[in-house]
T-cell receptor, first 112, second 118 residues
């Protein structure tokens, strides 16, 4: 079975500050891991993905994530937050089937 | 590449009517599409997996007679909410799996359809 836990349903940072969104996974097979972003009333946009190549993955909009097998984590970071980063972020895991299992999401607020 | 569209983007209907939502892959062929439902401030709940040319596979607890899925071509899947009721009001999102040569499990999402049943 596979599952994803996102710690912190709401995260607030100041503009220019570090963004850290946490994701821990559970998987009985080598996982494929994804981060998606969702803006209000829109679908999901892929930020980045881990597919067993490099453990440090760079994505769009300056985001990156590091796969740490020992910690079963795939945390999302960005060095400097922009106002436009305010959105809902979802971590997802795939691997055992064709399905993606999503976390409960983290709402990121960016304060001016 | 890998663009998925949905139509309509929003729909309001009366209780008891049926509503059809279309999901199209615009620049690739998708043998597998997925339908999700999202309640306000919640995560995505997978409703069913739609396979071209065969019956959809529904998740546990999803009524297949209420949520009819048809995947008649490699670029189109439809979700029909039959005899809609207010509790069916939700945000419905489809996705398509990227062709086999790309990263496995990667899905590209449509923009979603907001359904409001009065």
């Amino acid at each position: 079975a596979q599952s994803v836990t996102q710690l912190g349903s709401h995260v607030s940072v100041s503009e220019g500050a570090l963004v850290l969104l946490r994701c821990n996974y559970s998987s009985s097979v080598p996982p494929y891991l994804f981060w998606y972003v969702q803006y209000p009333n829109q679908g999901l946009q892929l930020l980045l993905k881990y597919t067993s190549a490099a453990t440090l993955v760079k994505g769009i909009n300056g985001f990156e994530a590091e796969f740490k097998k020992s910690e079963t984590s795939f945390h999302l970071t960005k060095p400097s937050a922009h106002m436009s980063d305010a959105a809902e972020y979802f971590c997802a895991v795939g691997g055992a089937t064709n399905k993606l299992i999503f976390g409960t999401g983290t709402l990121l607020a960016v304060q001016p | 590449g890998a663009v998925v569209s949905q139509h309509p983007s929003w729909v309001i209907c009366k209780s008891g009517t049926s509503v059809k939502i279309e999901c199209r892959s615009l620049d690739f062929q998708a043998t597998t599409m997925f339908w999700y439902r999202q309640f306000p401030k919640q995560s995505l709940m997978l409703m069913a997996t739609s396979n071209e040319g065969s019956k959809a596979t529904y998740e546990q607890g999803v009524e297949k007679d209420k949520f009819l899925i048809n995947h008649a071509s490699l670029t189109l899947s439809t979700l029909t909410v039959t005899s809609a009721h207010p509790e069916d009001s939700s945000f419905y999102i489809c996705s398509a799996r990227v062709p086999p040569r790309a990263s496995r499990h990667e899905q590209f999402f449509g923009p979603g359809t907001r359904l409001t049943v009065l």
